[in-house]
Nanobody, 123 residues
């Protein structure tokens, strides 16, 4: 069992930036492919970004492409989601997830999930 812990959420004005972090408790991220998802009130959870641990490929939802960046620091055993040019429609609970499968956009393909961190973007 891999327990993921997110941090870095908060309240920011439109146009601002936030960096979310996700670290596993008691496990290494190595060999896991990581993803970020979000869920806004009254909406289904949606894919945001993912990576592939073996070749560092990255994948993004069209709505965040060019604004968000997924990265990982293996020395710190942490994966990040850098969010720039934030918009009110980015407001959601953000979840990190780990998968044994690379570059997945479906939440059903992820084996482990964090508890989520709230991001609120004010207009």
């Amino acid at each position: 069992q891999v327990r993921l812990v997110e941090s870095g959420g908060g309240l920011v004005q439109a146009g601002g930036s936030l960096r979310l972090s996700c670290a596993p408790s008691g496990h290494t991220l190595r060999s896991y492919n990581m993803g970020w998802f979000r869920q806004a009130p009254g909406k289904e959870r949606e894919f945001v970004a993912a990576d592939t641990w073996s070749d560092s490929s990255t994948y993004y939802a069209n709505s965040v492409k060019g604004r968000f960046t997924i990265s990982r620091d293996n020395a710190k055993n942490t994966v990040y989601l850098q969010m720039n040019s934030l918009k009110p429609e980015d407001t959601a609970v953000y979840y990190c997830a780990a998968s044994v499968l690379p570059g997945r956009r479906r939440d059903g393909d992820y084996n482990y999930w964090g508890q989520g961190t709230q991001v609120t973007v004010s207009s």
